[in-house]
């Protein structure tokens, strides 16, 4: 029955996709979750990035490098299970939402880092010398500056992060891989392999596509923006 072009085979998946359906939810649940805590996560951590006393960015490095240097799988496994043997057990969906934000606010904050930095000196002594505080100036002046630089490379961060919702099947999540793995091995649906997974495939494809056609739009966009204004 796991052929490609088997009708039985496609038949007892379209039978059963309210499964692939629910899975989805999942995935999408955590990944909201996941964008929330990244954001403010890395606006936090990009801010700290690029402050002028050494502690703030001391902090950020420390919490960059260890993050990016280390595989999400990891440190969902560590906090999930960590939690577990110390008495303190979180669910499979909160440890997967905690685990996508802190990772992937570790590049949020290198963005924001670059946003921060790509912005002309003179911006920020204009701030200074209009009396603003740092929060006014940051608030006011520059990231209102950095939205346009920023944009592309944070979509394509969520679209990544949509697609590392996947790891929720290590700690037996009910994501979209996980409810797919548990079609295909099921008693009843078991067999349906290659249709199972296209469909799944599909379902990603379906969210992710439009974030990075965004992306790249935007980006060309600033590009050429750019070219213009040099020229």
Same mark, same amino acid.
């Given at each position: 029955?796991?052929? !490609?072009?088997?009708?039985?085979?496609?038949?007892?998946?379209?039978?059963?996709?309210?499964?692939?359906?629910?899975?989805?939810?999942?995935?999408?649940?955590?990944?909201?979750?996941?964008?929330?805590?990244?954001?403010?996560?890395?606006? !936090?951590?990009? !801010?700290?990035?690029?402050?002028?006393?050494?502690?703030?960015?001391?902090?950020?490095?420390? @919490?960059?490098?260890?993050?990016?240097?280390?595989?999400?799988? +990891?440190?969902?496994? +560590?906090?999930?299970?960590?939690?577990?043997?110390?008495?303190?057990?979180?669910?499979?969906?909160? %440890?997967?939402?905690?685990?996508?934000?802190?990772?992937?606010?570790? @590049?949020?904050?290198?963005?924001?880092?670059?946003?921060?930095?790509?912005?002309?000196?003179?911006?920020?002594?204009?701030?200074? %010398?209009?009396?603003?505080?740092?929060?006014?100036?940051?608030?006011?002046?520059?990231?209102?500056?950095?939205?346009?630089?920023?944009?592309?490379?944070?979509?394509?961060?969520?679209?990544?992060?949509?697609?590392?919702? %996947?790891?929720?099947?290590?700690?037996?999540?009910?994501?979209?891989?996980?409810?797919?793995?548990?079609?295909?091995?099921?008693?009843?649906?078991?067999?349906?392999?290659?249709?199972? @997974?296209?469909?799944?495939?599909?379902?990603?494809?379906?969210?992710?596509?439009?974030?990075?056609?965004?992306?790249?739009?935007?980006?060309?966009? !600033?590009?050429?923006?750019?070219?213009?204004?040099? %020229?």
């Amino acid at each position: 029955m796991g052929g !490609l072009f088997s009708e039985k085979a496609w038949e007892v998946v379209l039978t059963h996709k309210a499964s692939f359906l629910q899975g989805l939810g999942v995935t999408v649940e955590s990944a909201l979750g996941g964008i929330v805590i990244a954001t403010v996560l890395g606006i !936090l951590l990009g !801010l700290m990035g690029v402050s002028t006393r050494r502690l703030p960015k001391t902090i950020n490095r420390i @919490y960059v490098e260890a993050i990016q240097n280390t595989p999400l799988i +990891l440190q969902l496994c +560590l906090l999930y299970y960590a939690c577990s043997f110390s008495g303190h057990k979180i669910g499979v969906l909160a %440890a997967g939402i905690i685990a996508l934000g802190i990772y992937h606010g570790a @590049y949020m904050a290198e963005v924001i880092r670059a946003g921060i930095e790509s912005i002309p000196r003179g911006q920020f002594e204009a701030a200074d %010398a209009q009396g603003f505080d740092y929060t006014q100036k940051m608030a006011y002046i520059i990231l209102p500056q950095t939205v346009k630089v920023i944009l592309p490379p944070t979509v394509n961060q969520i679209g990544n992060l949509i697609k590392n919702t %996947a790891v929720l099947y290590i700690i037996g999540g009910a994501d979209l891989i996980s409810s797919t793995y548990n079609f295909v091995t099921g008693a009843n649906t078991g067999g349906s392999y290659a249709p199972a @997974y296209i469909v799944c495939g599909i379902l990603f494809f379906i969210i992710c596509f439009p974030l990075s056609t965004l992306a790249g739009r935007w980006e060309a966009k !600033l590009k050429a923006q750019d070219e213009m204004m040099n %020229a």
